[in-house]
Structure formats: C-alpha cells, structure tokens
C-alpha cells in the first residue's frame, strides 16, 4: 500500500511540476508577443497547439475554434493566403526544413512576419512543425514611411531629385542595349515668384502641389515624373515616339493651363510654364550631361520672353559655356581694374564745332593688343549677374575724372555722354552715386549727359520718371540712346522727361538711299525738334549720309566719319587740334 501511495505522490509531484513548467513555457510564449503553433504531425490528422497571445492577436478567442488550415488562412488578406501555404503549410510536404514570409491579417491589416521550422527523424519523416508568428507592423510603416521619404516628393507626390535620377540612369542605359532614346523635359512655372509673392507662400506651395498632382498622371511604364525645386519639374519619356513624347505632354500640359488652378481658399489661378527637352543619347554622353543640357534650354526658354518650349542646340551649349567663362573673367577684370574707356567725338552739324564725346567702354586684352570680347557681348552678361554696377561706377568715375583732367589742361567746352544700364538705375543709390561722382572731382553737373534706353522704363515707369527727373534737376542731361528699335511709342515721349534724342544707327543707311525710310527719318528729326529734344544722329559713316543730315537740319553728328572711337591719349590729341 505504501508503495503504492508512493508512486502515486510521485505522479502528482510530477504532473504538477509539467504542469507548472508548461504554464511557465506558455506564459513566456505569451509575454514574448509572438505566436506559435506545433503541429504534432506523427498523428493523424496532426494535432494542432496554439501558444502565445492568440486572442489580443486575433481580436477573439482563437482557442475556442478548432483549428483546420482553412481557419488560419481566412484570417489572411486573400492574396496572401498563398504565399502563406506554400511557405509555412507545406513544408513538410517539399521535405523542407524551413521557412519564411510577410504576409497580412485580413482585419486590422497588420503585417505579419511568418518563420516555419520543422523537424525529422531518422528515415526523414516529418515528426513536427512549429511556425512563429510575428506582429511586425510598426517596423513595416516606419521602414514604408522611410521609403516614401527616400523616394518621393512629399509635397506632390512625384519623385524626388535623388530618385528620379537613378530611374533616369536606369532608362538611359536600358535606351542603349535597347538603342532607343529618352527625353527629359524641364518644366518651370513662369513668374513663380511673382506668384508667390502675391499669394504667398502658403497658396504657393498649394499651387505647386495641385500643379505636381496633374503631372503625376503621366507617371507610367515609359513616363517618369520628378521634382527637382520649389517650383521644378521634370519628365522623362522612354524611346519617345507617336503619341508619346515631350512635345506631346508639352501641348497636354498647355491644354491643361488654359483653365485655371483652383485652390483651397478658392483662389482661381492661371499660369504658363516654360520647358526645355534634351535627348538622350543625343544631348550628352551621360543621363547627368543630358539633364544639365535641358536644364540650360530651359533658361533659353525663359529668356525668349517664357511661355514656350526649347529642345537642345549644341549652339545654346556653347554660348552657355562661353558666358559663364566671360562671367568668370569680368569678375577678374572688376578686381584689376581690367577695363579701359574710349572716347568718341561728336560734333554740331552747323557749324562742325565738337559737342563732346561718348564714353565707351573697352575691354583690353591683357596678353595681346585687341580686345577680349565686345560690349556688345559682355555687358549683357555683366547686366545679368549684377556685374555692370560696379562696372557702370568705374566708367562714371573715370570719365568724370578724365573730364576734370581735359578741362584743367585743355579748357574746351564739351559734354561727356556715358552709358548708363537699366540695371544700375535701377538701383536704390543710383542718383548719389552720380552726385558723389561729380563732387569727387568738382565736376559742374551740365556737363554730363546719361544715355538711357527705352529698357529702362520697362519695369518701373514712375520710379525711373522720378528719378530722371531728379537728375535733371541737379542739372545733369539725359539722352535717350538707340531710338527706334525699342517700342518708340509718341505718347510716352511726351511723358519721358529728356534732353536729347539719338537716333539709332541702323536708319540712317536706308534713310539715304530709300525715299520713304528717309522721310521716317526726317519725321523723327522734326519731330524731336518739336518736342524741344536735341537730336543727334548715329552711326554715320559717308559723307552723303553727313551731306543729308546736314539738309535736313538734325542737331548733332556721330560716327566713323567724324571719328571712331578712340583712347583718352589719341582723343586728347584731338582736343589739341581744337585749341584756340
Ligand atoms: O562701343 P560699342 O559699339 O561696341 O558698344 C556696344 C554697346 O555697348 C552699345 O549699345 C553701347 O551703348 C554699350 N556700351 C558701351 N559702353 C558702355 C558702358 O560704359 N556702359 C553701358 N551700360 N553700356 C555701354
Ligand atoms: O548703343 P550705342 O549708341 O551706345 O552704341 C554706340 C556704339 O556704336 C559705339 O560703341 C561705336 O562703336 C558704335 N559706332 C559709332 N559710330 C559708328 C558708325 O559710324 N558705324 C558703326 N557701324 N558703328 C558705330
Ligand atoms: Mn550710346
């Protein structure tokens, strides 16, 4: 008998030591987050346990179903069940050891991460299986969120700089073993800032993204969509062709633009853009090459007045590099004093008496004798980064201080007339530093007289009226140069207050030889008169053009004829002939 309490004592110790460590396993399996299931696969059916926090998992008690496969694959999206049976079902089936996948739930969405394991004996039979299951959710959004950063443009949705890049390089070298093409296109809204500036930056950004979302939609197998800036894209088409091709997304895009954008507060705006397309191969030898090329047609675009389209011309590419040579040059030239002024005369028409002189500027050469390049090219360089306000100051001052020279040595009246860029009027200081510029060398304002062109008026009318007339005021003259080319309208003639009219070069030649451009041309002259401005001609170069002028009574000659253009040494060798 005792024996027999004994043994059973024994049993009951150790059935509650199994049953003590299995809850100690089941409660670990619990806290660990992660679901198991052991399949005892030596019965038949094979029996099936389910450990861990089924039920917080599943949102109900799991336990109380009795498990088949069915259950377990329902509670996955549909198009994951498959990929679930073949990596964790069938295992055994395939003779595998294990297995993984991702898969999701089919009520809360939740990612799952699926390991399998299963275990043989020695004739290689299944003997069981345990599958865990992960709760991976959060690295999956985080890593998801992570992509979408890596990838697109937050704002709009499109591709971001970096990757729209790399899906370019890839297009590109699928183009060659394809030995096709792709085109980008660069498409910029014209004006942005202005926008920006009048709806602020908030609505602008708005702008950008409806902009951006219209765009997106010819994202597909052979059309990338990117983001380069605040208001940038790009579009990259594969082996263009027919229907696809930048040009057609350019008039898609145009048809579009035609109605306004609609915005949250219920702005309506329209706008244009401009664009500008390279090929690829065509355009450059690399993606990156072919990408800085339609970025520079873009500017092309811009510059040709926006609101159009320009493909790549190896010539755009030439002057683009050529002018940012220049541009590196001038700004060596500014620091050395590299510039040098001539000087040509003008003279009366009546009586041949000199009026004065032009002031021009020159750009020697250092290492030879000729010039590196003509105003012509160079000051529109220097108007576009700024350079011309340092340079104009130079001219101003030199001038002013040769004049000074001149008087003292020479004491001939004359008017110097110095060029004078939209760009440096347009300056808060511009009337100071005339002023400052005549006091430094005790110049008396009548004798400087400052040609302007039309350009000037283009952007601020009545600033640029109020500060011509201050000038005046002060006593200074001012001339407007290059008449006839710009828009020349007579009613704001009227409004302009000047001194003197040149009239530009390119008339007087037809003007002699062509009755009816020479009667345009003495209407100018009459005209002129009648509104009180002096006027002189421009660019005369034959003693007939001279005779002519002459005739018909214009004020003031200047040209190769009378004189070129020449270097304060030779002019002041001029001003001897003149003396008394
Ligand atoms: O001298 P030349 O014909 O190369 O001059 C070409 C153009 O450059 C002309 O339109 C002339 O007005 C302009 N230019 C010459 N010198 C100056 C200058 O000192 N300042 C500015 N703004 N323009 C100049
Ligand atoms: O645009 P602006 O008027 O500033 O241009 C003046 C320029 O015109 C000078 O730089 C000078 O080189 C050029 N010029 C002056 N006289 C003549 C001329 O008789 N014929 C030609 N072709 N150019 C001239
Ligand atoms: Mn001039």
Same mark, same amino acid.
């Given at each position: 008998?005792?024996?027999?309490?004994?043994? &059973?004592?024994?049993?009951?110790?150790?059935?509650?030591?199994?049953?003590?460590?299995?809850?100690?396993?089941?409660?670990?399996?619990?806290?660990?987050?992660?679901?198991?299931?052991?399949?005892?696969?030596?019965?038949?059916?094979?029996? &099936?346990?389910?450990? !861990?926090?089924?039920?917080?998992?599943?949102?109900?008690?799991?336990?109380?179903?009795?498990?088949?496969?069915?259950?377990?694959?329902?509670?996955?999206?549909?198009?994951?069940?498959?990929?679930?049976?073949?990596?964790?079902?069938?295992?055994?089936?395939?003779?595998?050891?294990?297995?993984?996948?991702? &898969?999701?739930?089919?009520?809360?969405?939740?990612?799952?991460?699926?390991?399998?394991?299963?275990?043989?004996?020695?004739?290689?039979?299944?003997?069981?299986?345990?599958?865990?299951?992960?709760?991976?959710?959060?690295?999956?959004?985080?890593?998801?969120?992570?992509?979408?950063?890596?990838?697109?443009?937050?704002?709009?949705?499109?591709?971001?700089?970096?990757?729209?890049?790399?899906?370019?390089?890839?297009?590109?070298?699928?183009?060659?073993?394809?030995?096709?093409?792709?085109?980008?296109?660069?498409?910029?809204?014209?004006?942005?800032?202005?926008?920006?500036?009048?709806?602020?930056?908030?609505?602008?950004?708005?702008?950008?993204?409806?902009? !951006?979302?219209?765009?997106?939609?010819?994202?597909?197998?052979?059309?990338?969509?990117?983001?380069?800036?605040?208001?940038?894209?790009?579009?990259?088409?594969?082996?263009?062709?027919?229907?696809?091709?930048?040009?057609?997304?350019?008039?898609?895009?145009?048809?579009?633009?035609?109605?306004?954008?609609?915005? +949250?507060?219920?702005?309506?705006?329209?706008?244009?853009?401009?664009?500008?397309?390279?090929?690829?191969?065509?355009?450059?030898? +690399?993606?990156?090459?072919?990408?800085?090329?339609?970025?520079?047609?873009?500017?092309?675009?811009?510059?040709?007045?926006?609101?159009?389209?320009?493909?790549?011309?190896?010539?755009?590419?030439?002057? =683009?590099?050529?002018?940012?040579?220049?541009?590196? /040059?001038?700004?060596?030239?500014?620091?050395?004093?590299?510039?040098?002024?001539?000087?040509?005369?003008?003279?009366?028409?009546?009586?041949?008496?000199?009026?004065?002189?032009?002031?021009?500027?020159?750009?020697?050469?250092?290492?030879?004798?000729?010039?590196?390049?003509?105003?012509?090219?160079?000051?529109?360089?220097?108007?576009?980064?700024?350079?011309?306000? $340092?340079?104009?100051?130079?001219?101003?001052?030199?001038?002013?201080?040769?004049?000074?020279?001149?008087?003292?040595?020479?004491?001939?009246?004359?008017?110097?007339?110095?060029?004078?860029?939209?760009?440096?009027?347009?300056?808060?200081?511009?009337?100071?530093?005339?002023?400052?510029?005549?006091?430094?060398?005790?110049?008396? $304002?009548?004798?400087?007289?400052?040609?302007?062109?039309?350009?000037? =008026?283009?952007?601020?009318?009545?600033?640029?009226?109020?500060?011509?007339?201050?000038?005046?005021?002060?006593?200074?003259?001012?001339?407007?140069?290059?008449?006839?080319?710009?828009?020349?309208?007579?009613?704001?003639?009227?409004?302009? $207050?000047?001194?003197?009219?040149?009239?530009?070069?390119?008339?007087?030649?037809?003007?002699?030889?062509?009755?009816?451009?020479?009667?345009?041309?003495?209407?100018?002259?009459?005209?002129?008169?009648?509104?009180?401005?002096?006027? &002189?001609?421009?660019?005369?170069?034959?003693?007939? /053009?001279?005779?002519?002028?002459?005739?018909?009574?214009?004020?003031?000659?200047?040209?190769?004829?009378?004189?070129?253009?020449?270097?304060?040494?030779?002019?002041?060798?001029?001003?001897?002939? /003149?003396?008394?």
């Amino acid at each position: 008998m005792d024996d027999l309490k004994y043994q &059973v004592d024994l049993l009951t110790a150790l059935n509650e030591r199994l049953m003590k460590s299995e809850k100690m396993y089941r409660r670990i399996a619990e806290c660990s987050g992660t679901l198991f299931m052991y399949f005892d696969l030596k019965s038949s059916p094979a029996k &099936v346990d389910l450990v !861990g926090p089924w039920d917080d998992m599943v949102g109900e008690k799991i336990a109380n179903h009795p498990y088949d496969e069915s259950y377990m694959l329902n509670l996955l999206l549909d198009e994951d069940q498959d990929e679930f049976r073949i990596h964790m079902l069938e295992l055994e089936r395939e003779g595998l050891e294990s297995g993984s996948c991702e &898969v999701r739930s089919r009520n809360k969405r939740y990612w799952l991460s699926c390991f399998a394991k299963v275990t043989y004996d020695d004739e290689h039979r299944p003997i069981e299986k345990i599958i865990s299951i992960k709760d991976i959710t959060k690295i999956k959004m985080n890593s998801e969120e992570l992509e979408y950063l890596a990838f697109y443009d937050s704002l709009t949705g499109v591709y971001n700089r970096n990757y729209f890049v790399r899906k370019f390089r890839d297009m590109c070298e699928l183009a060659d073993s394809e030995e096709t093409s792709v085109e980008i296109m660069f498409v910029d809204i014209d004006d942005f800032k202005k926008i920006n500036d009048s709806i602020g930056l908030l609505f602008g950004d708005e702008l950008v993204q409806e902009f !951006g979302q219209y765009l997106k939609d010819f994202n597909s197998d052979d059309i990338l969509v990117g983001r380069f800036g605040s208001d940038v894209f790009v579009i990259a088409v594969y082996n263009p062709c027919g229907q696809r091709s930048a040009d057609v997304v350019y008039r898609k895009i145009k048809e579009r633009l035609r109605h306004p954008f609609v915005l +949250t507060n219920k702005t309506e705006l329209m706008f244009t853009v401009s664009c500008g397309v390279a090929e690829y191969p065509d355009a450059g030898r +690399t993606a990156l090459e072919v990408i800085k090329n339609a970025e520079i047609v873009l500017y092309k675009a811009k510059e040709r007045g926006k609101n159009g389209i320009q493909y790549f011309e190896l010539e755009i590419l030439n002057k =683009f590099i050529n002018n940012i040579s220049v541009e590196k /040059q001038l700004k060596e030239a500014i620091e050395t004093n590299g510039f040098q002024l001539y000087y040509q005369p003008q003279y009366y028409a009546s009586d041949g008496k000199l009026r004065g002189a032009e002031v021009l500027l020159r750009w020697p050469d250092p290492e030879g004798d000729g010039f590196i390049t003509s105003p012509d090219e160079f000051i529109p360089i220097a108007e576009k980064n700024g350079a011309i306000v $340092p340079i104009g100051n130079f001219v101003l001052k030199e001038a002013l201080k040769t004049f000074n020279d001149w008087r003292t040595k020479y004491h001939i009246p004359m008017i110097l007339s110095v060029n004078i860029s939209a760009v440096s009027l347009e300056k808060e200081n511009f009337v100071d530093t005339v002023s400052h510029a005549l006091s430094l060398y005790g110049v008396s $304002p009548e004798v400087l007289e400052l040609e302007i062109t039309e350009s000037v =008026f283009i952007n601020n009318f009545e600033d640029v009226i109020d500060k011509i007339k201050t000038l005046r005021g002060l006593g200074i003259r001012v001339s407007l140069d290059d008449f006839g080319t710009g828009f020349s309208s007579l009613s704001y003639l009227r409004q302009i $207050p000047i001194d003197t009219i040149k009239i530009d070069r390119s008339f007087i030649e037809t003007a002699v030889k062509d009755d009816s451009s020479g009667i345009i041309y003495e209407s100018v002259i009459e005209m002129s008169k009648k509104l009180g401005f002096e006027t &002189v001609a421009e660019g005369v170069e034959t003693r007939e /053009q001279f005779n002519y002028l002459r005739e018909k009574k214009i004020d003031i000659i200047q040209g190769f004829l009378l004189g070129r253009p020449i270097s304060k040494v030779e002019f002041e060798k001029l001003l001897i002939r /003149q003396m008394p």
